[in-house]
């Protein structure tokens, strides 16, 4: 069964941990919290303390998509404010394989997350250290953006490498994600669906978790 990740970056930040209650009872897998720090990303969102405050509400795993500048500074922090996955960008770091490094030892799950325009080989070296990798539909910054079809092709084709790598990492893909642009890349190969704008935006969000699953 496809697993569903609704993006915070979507609810209302003046009632967060009631939205975070309401996908958690309507079937979410686990949260997914977008980190922008207004550098490598233009937006400005959420920090440690905010996910900390939200530790205590919610038992869903935390999957903390880092769009930052020097990541690096921010792995303890999150993790300490309760991520049970981080997610770096390859473009975001100069030394992608000492960042995965320090995410595993800090003893929590590690991704790498690539944009649209970057390839999959930065990933050749690295690739059985990862416990998931990112697949971004979008250009990071913000919901409500537009599915870039190339990703489609470029699922396919890591969910290749990974077979042939002996790889059991997750395929997550985030942008642009609803019940059309979900079957695509679920047919493709993604296991985790990242959905903000159309989850909160929906009048029956079971539904729409729902059916994101069933992919
Ligand atoms: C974009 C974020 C996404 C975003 C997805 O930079 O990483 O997680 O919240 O939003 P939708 O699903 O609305 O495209
Ligand atoms: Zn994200």
Redesign the pocket.
């Known amino acids: 069964m496809t697993k569903v990740a609704p993006?915070?970056?979507?609810a209302d930040f003046a009632h967060l941990a009631a939205d975070v209650a309401r996908v958690e009872k309507a079937g979410a897998d686990m949260l997914?919290i977008?980190v922008?720090d207004g550098h490598y990303?233009p937006?400005l969102t959420i920090g440690p303390q905010v996910v900390a405050s939200l530790r205590p509400h919610t038992k869903l795993f935390f999957d903390v998509?880092l769009?930052v500048e020097e990541p690096q500074n921010l792995f303890r922090p999150f993790i300490d404010a309760g991520a049970g996955l981080i997610t770096v960008h390859a473009e975001a770091v100069v030394h992608l394989h000492r960042a995965v490094h320090q995410i595993k030892e800090l003893g929590v799950q590690c991704g790498v997350a690539l944009n649209p325009a970057t390839p999959l080989n930065v990933l050749e070296y690295i690739v059985n250290d990862l416990d998931l990798i990112l697949i971004?539909s979008?250009?990071?910054?913000?919901?409500?953006?537009g599915?870039l079809p190339l990703a489609g092709r470029k699922i396919s084709e890591l969910k290749t490498m990974l077979n042939e790598r002996g790889s059991k990492a997750q395929i997550q893909v985030?942008?642009?994600?609803?019940s059309n642009t979900g079957y695509e890349v679920v047919k493709a190969g993604a296991d985790i669906l990242?959905?903000?704008?159309?989850?909160f935006g929906a009048d029956d969000l079971e539904g729409a978790i729902a059916l994101l699953k069933s992919m």
């Open positions: 993006s915070i970056l979507s997914h977008d922008m990303v937006n998509h769009m971004m979008v250009n990071p910054g913000f919901a409500a953006q599915y985030d942008g642009g994600i609803n990242v959905a903000g704008s159309y989850i």
